[in-house]
């Protein structure tokens, strides 16, 4: 592993633990070139997933994107990040486990959609307002009285 701080490829693992869901292991490593600590975090990969644009291209899975995407839409409602990171895994298991390597961008939303509502209805509305590209607040409205049905 190479060092973040001066790009030397001597690490040492010092620690390692599992991630609190069982999902990956956490290790605590030190640079044995400029002596400085980081953390890493090694996930299991069952396969390479590919994301499916609306336009067409493609694009290998990126799950910080899909983290960032979700820690936007719940930015101050007071939802744990941990709880965040529980959703993404969901997700991620739920693809995986489907055979398909390859996922559109609209499962991919819908599946966010989807753990949204269950967790957070501003969320929800946030999300739902970027993926499907409400454009006037009359879309706002349309969505909402949906909600309440």
């Known amino acids: 592993m190479r060092c973040p701080f ?5 690490t040492q693992v ?4 599992p991630v609190e869901d069982g999902t990956g292991i ?4 030190q640079c044995n070139a400029c002596g400085a600590r980081f953390n890493t975090l090694e996930r299991v990969q069952l396969r390479e997933l590919t994301v499916i644009k609306r ?15 979700i820690t936007i839409a719940t930015r101050k409602r007071g939802i744990d990040p ?34 949204l509502k269950e967790l ?14 409400f454009a006037t607040a009359k879309d706002f409205e ?8």
Request: aromatic content about 6%; some cysteine; hydrophobic content about 30%.
């Open 142 to 149: 349309a969505f909402i009285r949906e909600l309440d049905r």
């Open 120 to 133: 957070d209805e501003v969320a929800y509305v946030r999300f739902a307002s970027v993926y499907k590209d």
């Open 55 to 69: 336009d067409g291209s493609r694009l290998p899975f990126d799950r910080t994107k899909l983290v960032r995407s």
């Open 82 to 115: 941990d709880r965040i990171e529980r959703i993404v895994n969901g997700i991620v298991r739920r693809i995986e486990t489907s055979g398909e390597h390859e996922v559109t961008t609209r499962t991919l939303g819908d599946l966010v959609l989807d753990s």
């Open 26 to 29: 956490r290790r605590r490593r």
């Open 6 to 10: 001066c790009g030397a490829e001597d």
């Open 14 to 17: 010092k620690d390692s633990r």
